[in-house]
């Protein structure tokens, strides 16, 4: 069963071009939504995790400038811009309950951001 | 700030072997240890955890072990198959969603 629908799932950026992703929650048992990045090493970086509808994040890493955003219940979205670098963005959903950090994460199928 | 350290970054064995993965962290306040697989290719999907109250889990083939002086866990995968062949990655359990670095476990025929 899939609980995460996570598109686009590989896109060519333009240098200096901002590309929006978007990850639609399936199962409202696992309400917290989070970003994670992979970078072409394996490495995996926690970004965001955001929980209520109107929460809004951003952060700046080597590579790329992120902003996050908890559309609804069901909708999370994710613009990269200034990508230097290509990576892989993971969307997650996890229970709730003592605290994120205490569940399993449940991961997208990602997406891959090439740089053109 | 907090670490989790993966030490083996790669892995080989022989078909039918066991393979054990070692992750030490620094929080002291950690208390959930998940562990994920990544085929290649692929994402990433949870394979096994352990809760600091206990000190062994066993889920099939999988084996997690953690030793709260030594701030240390690790995961054992026994009679390995090729199908195991994988990254795969510990989480600390901190607050600070800290992942290991990844350990590429090749099983030989």
Redesign the interface.
């Known amino acids: 069963v899939t609980l995460l629908e996570q598109n686009p799932r590989w896109r060519l950026v333009p240098r200096g071009q901002a590309v929006n992703l978007r990850c639609i929650l399936k199962n409202s048992q696992y309400p917290w939504m989070s970003w994670y990045q992979q970078d072409l090493q394996k490495q995996l970086q926690w970004l965001f995790t955001l929980r209520s509808p109107g929460d809004k994040e951003v952060k700046s890493l080597p590579g790329a400038d992120y902003l996050a955003t908890r559309v609804t219940d069901t909708e999370l979205r994710l613009q990269v811009a200034n990508m230097s670098q290509g990576r892989t963005l993971y969307c997650t959903c996890s229970a709730g309950g003592q605290g994120i950090s205490n569940e399993r994460l449940f991961f997208g199928h990602g997406t891959k951001l090439s740089v053109l | 700030g907090e670490k989790v350290e993966q030490h083996e970054s790669t892995l080989s064995v022989r078909e039918g072997d066991s393979a054990v993965i070692n992750c030490t962290y620094t929080d002291t306040a950690s ?2 240890f ?1 562990w ?1 697989k ?1 085929e290649a290719g692929k ?4 394979v096994i ?1 352990i ?1 600091s109250n206990v000190d062994r889990k066993q889920s099939q083939r999988l084996i997690v072990l953690l030793d709260k002086k030594a701030k240390r866990f690790s995961l054992h995968i026994t009679a390995t198959q090729p199908e195991d062949s994988a ?1 795969y ?1 510990c ?1 600390s ?7 290991g ?2 350990t590429q476990l090749t099983v030989m025929p």
Do not use: A, E, N, V
């Not at chain 2, 994402?43 to 949870?46: A, D, E, V, Y």
């Not at chain 2, 359990?93 to 992942?99: K, N, P, V, Y």
């Open positions: 208390s959930y998940p994920y990544q994402s990433l999907h949870f955890d809760r990254i990655f989480d359990g901190s607050w600070q969603l800290i992942f670095s990844g």
